[in-house]
């Protein structure tokens, strides 16, 4: 199956493995952020880790053309060759991006990614501990402390409590052993390098992210 990386506003091409592999070997690390949405996270991550291998994937291409367009460019012009955005969604992850990364980002998921994760889906679970064997989440609780859209209605305030109960049991029986989960700082939260993370922490003393780290157990 070829993957689809995409490189500008309604600008797709294909890419194969080998072509992200060549990249890897030449890259102390291999991040993937998964849901990237806008892709300004792994377009930051690339940016401060020039050594580093950075991969968005997000299930919609639209968001992040303008980033994939711009890291496209030559290095004076914003270009970054350590970074490529790649369209895939979790649930159906193709079997090319098996392992193809060090650590897995998850960063204030949003749409079916949050409710898999929130109300644990396997499906989803299963798409994360395919990518790689380390995980890194980061999980908005904002929206449940003013107008909370319809469609997440039904979700658990994700709480560290939460996350131990509910969500832990779930990633285990999907291959992955979290630790305690906890909310970040203010100035953690704050300084995290997303776009959503700019917006929410906007007249917010303390934005309310929880987060968690997991790693890939043997079956």
């Not at 897995?104 to 990518?131: C, Y």
């Not at 969500?167 to 700082?185: E, F, N, Q, R, T």
Request: charge should be negative; avoid cysteine; charged fraction near 25%.
């Amino acid at each position: 199956m070829t993957l689809v990386r995409v490189v500008g506003k309604g600008r797709t091409e294909s890419i194969e493995r080998a072509d992200l592999d060549r990249r890897r070997r030449d890259a102390v690390r291999t991040v993937v952020d998964v849901g990237t949405g806008d892709g300004r996270y792994p377009y930051a991550l690339a940016t401060e880790h020039d050594d580093w291998f950075v991969i968005g994937i997000d299930a919609l291409d639209e968001a992040m053309g303008e980033v994939a367009h711009k890291a496209g460019r030559k290095p004076a012009k914003g270009g970054r060759a350590n970074v490529v955005y790649l369209r895939s969604a979790i649930e159906h992850v193709p079997e090319e991006l098996g392992d193809i990364a060090d650590e897995v980002h998850v960063m204030l998921p949003w749409g079916r990614l949050l409710e898999g994760i929130v109300v644990p889906a396997t499906d989803v679970l299963r798409g994360l501990a395919s990518l790689g064997p380390r995980l890194h989440v980061v999980l908005n609780g904002e929206i449940w402390e003013s107008s909370l859209p319809v469609r997440f209605d039904h979700l658990p305030v994700p709480t560290p409590e939460y996350i131990a109960a509910e969500v832990a049991p779930a990633m285990a029986a999907a291959g992955i052993a979290i630790g305690p989960a906890h909310y970040l700082s203010a100035t953690e939260a704050k300084g995290l390098p997303t776009t959503w993370a700019r917006r929410l922490g906007h007249d917010r003393d303390h934005p309310r992210f929880v987060t968690f780290d997991g790693e890939r157990v043997a079956s």
